[in-house]
């Protein structure tokens, strides 16, 4: 080969630029199942659901509460016009932020603080 250095470069370009591609594909998919403020409403609030390990219940009122076997939080939360909702720990005036998606047959959500997915089992 002649120029290997710009052959291995195009191979490194392509596979970036074909990663990128699928990320975007990834988002848009995932924004198509991006629950709305009312969807978010008349799913999670008034009734309590879980990621696995402890029990959320977001109040019509306002404020939420979280249980697990290690810990407990209190707070408020709001729900944005673009359905994410957002939480304030009474305690420690943590901010923590959700957007919940449809899955399948159930539900998961975007936790800000961890950067990663988790499910939202309904109770």
């Not at 195009?10 to 998919?29: D, E, I, K, Y």
């Not at 697990?68 to 016009?81: E, F, H, L, P, V």
């Amino acid at each position: 080969m002649m120029f290997p250095s710009l052959s291995r470069c195009g191979a490194v370009f392509a596979a970036l630029f074909m990663l990128g591609l699928m990320a975007c594909q990834t988002a848009a998919a995932d924004n198509g199942n991006r629950l709305t403020a009312d969807q978010v409403r008349s799913t999670f609030v008034g009734r309590a659901w879980s990621q696995g390990t402890g029990t959320f219940m977001f109040s019509r009122d306002g404020t939420y509460r979280y249980d697990d076997s290690r810990m407990s939080a209190r707070g408020t939360y709001q729900i944005a016009n673009d359905g994410v909702l957002c939480t304030t720990n009474s305690n420690s005036g943590v901010r923590t932020c959700y957007t919940f998606y449809r899955d399948g047959n159930g539900y998961r959500y975007w936790h800000d603080r961890s950067g990663r997915y988790w499910p939202a089992y309904l109770r």
